[in-house]
């Protein structure tokens, strides 16, 4: 009945934790990975007008002119990067535009280097695109960053593409300077598509800034979103950014399987992109002091080390003093503390021994979670 190349795709872990957690009262969820503000006020408007005036028809293919303007004038504001308009697809979230990377441009049984852990999408969309997933691992005492020699070991001829994930979710890691240019040296040296999914870019701390591999390398493909920066994640609005070569297959696909995405959504994705970003700032501001809370707060339970996360809403905690696996620890905290954790080793093998926490949850929720976790931690 099921078509071979779906075979192979998982069915995503979380999931079937959020759905066992719904059976539970009281249970406070630390494993969403979606924000828990409402999209702000301007951009609903602008949508609303757009139903009212009514613009409720097809728009481009490649997506409406003037948000594809706004995203490349986005790029020259944050990385003086000079992206024509052209070289853009708005898609539907960043989930289409992965997919449309691997399924445009992979063949059957060409290599993808995937990090472990990373977040679910890229190893199904390799299965989808009948490519192999190859993984290389990412660890905690490089701050999950990637590591040269952990890449170069598993490139050989059939490797064609690199796909890489920072701010990361889940572990929360983000890039140093030198790693851009590190990372774009092994692409080119071996001829790679270099996939960048940059869907958390603006959620960052302490002063970080990213940098941006379009600066870099020329067959860097940037998938996006606007999701997780100004809370739209049931707008399904994301884009890819890539030089012609490489989007018009990409495009191909998206006009057959999507063909165009909701109007009054880029309506309201116009609104953010052209409007103060101010919304996005006071998010990100309450997001950090929530990693300050949940951060301090499991370095304090017995056995759990959590390393600062620079970007992202997701912390990822070392539970292996714990003396339980990443899913004992998960199942111990939703039977005796009803707190939902996500086992790591959900994004992959290597995330045995961790756990990951997400923090966009109320600021008192996590405080009563981590109180609930000391509790059942301190009861054994
Ligand atoms: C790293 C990463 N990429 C892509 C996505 C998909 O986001 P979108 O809502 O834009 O499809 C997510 C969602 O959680 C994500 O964490």
């Known amino acids: 009945m099921v078509a071979d190349r779906v075979k192979q795709v998982i069915p995503s872990k979380i999931r079937e934790l959020s759905e066992r957690a719904k059976k539970i009262e009281n249970v406070i969820s630390l494993g969403i990975g979606e924000p828990d503000f409402d999209t702000p006020v301007h951009i ?59 399924m445009g441009l992979l063949n059957r049984g060409d290599e993808v280097l995937i990090p472990d852990p990373t977040f679910l999408c890229y190893e199904n969309d390799a299965y989808m695109s009948d490519s192999v997933p190859v993984r290389f691992p990412l660890l905690e005492e490089n701050s999950f960053r990637p590591a040269q020699d952990d890449m170069l070991e598993k490139i050989n ?47 960052v701390y302490d002063g970080y800034k990213p940098d941006c591999f379009l600066n870099y390398y020329d067959k860097t493909i940037i998938t996006n979103s606007f999701s997780k920066n100004y809370a739209m994640t049931g707008w399904r609005v994301g884009f890819v950014v890539a030089e012609k070569e490489m989007l018009t297959p990409m495009l191909r696909i998206h006009q057959y399987a999507v063909s165009c995405l909701n109007t009054p959504a880029l ?20 997001y950090e002091r929530r990693r300050n809370l949940i951060v301090a707060g499991l370095n304090k339970l017995p056995g759990v080390n959590c390393i600062n996360p620079k970007g992202t809403f997701y912390c990822f905690a070392n539970i292996t003093k714990t003396g339980m696996t990443s899913r004992e620890f998960s199942d111990f905290m939703l039977d005796n503390a009803k707190v939902v954790v996500v086992p790591g080793d959900a994004f992959g093998d290597r995330g045995e021994g961790f756990i990951r926490c997400s923090f966009a949850t109320d600021y008192k929720k996590i405080e009563e979670a981590l109180i609930r976790m000391e509790n059942a931690l301190k009861s054994i």
Request: aromatic share 10%.
């Open 267 to 286: 309506e309201g994705t116009y609104a953010a992109l052209t409007s103060s970003q101010d919304c996005v700032h006071t998010m990100v501001k309450e």
């Open 44 to 102: 609903k408007e602008a949508a609303k007008k757009a139903l009212d005036d009514g613009l409720t028809g097809y728009t481009e293919n490649q997506g409406l002119f003037k948000v594809r303007k706004a995203i490349s004038d986005r790029y020259m504001r944050l990385f003086s990067s000079d992206v024509h308009p052209q070289n853009i697809l708005l898609t539907a979230g960043a989930y289409e535009a992965v997919y449309l990377a691997f």
């Open 157 to 203: 001829d059939k490797t064609k593409m690199l796909v890489l994930n920072y701010p990361s979710n889940p572990t929360g890691g983000v890039l140093e300077k030198s790693d851009y240019k590190m990372i774009s040296d092994i692409c080119e040296d071996h001829d790679l598509y270099l996939l960048s999914d940059d869907t958390y870019e603006e959620i």
